[in-house]
């Protein structure tokens, strides 16, 4: 945990603690500032890292364990739920519901570090939340037993991105130009990132995008078929999550 995490638990409390509401809106204004700059050390960091490796360390650099991916996935949704914009406004826009259709039965676990693999599939929704500012944002999951691999599917109904763009939105500090990308404050590292710990475990990601009719981003991860999980604590159950819906 970082200082970050102090100013966003204490800012947090104190605006619970409040009935001033211009108070109360300062101190929220204050943690989810904090949040978008801990997001965005926790990116620079990944990739100052990634860097570090080259591909022939870059196995043995990870932490190998078994890892339940459908925790993961109910955790980021959840933390996706209470993530803001640079203006203080929910990411998740009013007219949008997010879908977890991994929250029945089992499926493999992942071989690999929980911690970076919350941080891909972070980046992957919250990047979804930016540009979907109606409809849905729906995750779902199925085996590649053939080669042993979790396909983990990020599938919205937003803006979809350009062609020319789909070529350059995995380099480092690249953004789409467009007045969506301009209403959220970033550096263009987080789908970046997101591949670079997607090949650190020997995997990647895939993308389909139609202008105007959404984006997948498709996961591919190295799993164990034989061993299997299921959800074992909801994200509502311990947060104050609104909209997150089960198929």
Do not use: W
Not at 35 to 64: F, H, P, W, Y
Not at 117 to 124: C, K
Not at 184 to 211: P, Y
């Amino acid at each position: 945990r970082s200082p970050l995490h102090g100013i966003m638990g204490l800012s947090g409390s104190m605006a619970e603690g409040t009935s001033n509401q211009m108070q109360k809106r300062q101190l929220s204004m204050i943690k989810g500032c904090a949040a978008r700059l801990l997001d965005l050390v926790t990116n620079i960091m990944e990739m100052a890292k990634s860097e570090k490796l080259d591909s022939a360390g870059a196995a043995e650099a990870i932490c190998k364990q078994p890892v339940n991916i459908m925790d993961i996935v109910d955790e980021v949704i959840g933390m996706t739920e209470m993530a803001v914009d640079k203006n203080g406004r929910h990411l998740v826009g009013s007219n949008v519901i997010m879908v977890n259709n991994m929250c029945t039965g089992k499926l493999p676990m992942v071989i690999g570090d929980s911690y970076k693999i919350t941080q891909l599939l972070y980046n992957l929704v919250t990047n979804a939340a930016k540009f979907t500012p109606s409809g849905s944002i729906q995750l779902s999951a199925r085996e590649d037993e053939g080669r042993g691999l979790l396909e983990i599917d990020v599938c919205d109904t937003g803006k979809g991105i350009a062609p020319e763009a789909l070529k350059k939105i995995f380099e480092p500090f690249q953004q789409e130009e467009n007045k969506d990308s301009r209403s959220f404050q970033g550096i263009g590292l987080g789908l970046s990132v997101a591949t670079s710990i997607a090949k650190l475990h020997g995997g990647e990601i895939r993308v389909v995008s139609k202008c105007s009719q959404g984006s997948t981003f498709t996961v591919c991860l190295p799993c164990d078929l034989n061993r299997k999980a299921a959800l074992t604590i909801r994200a509502e159950d311990t947060m104050a999550v609104g909209k997150t819906r089960a198929a």
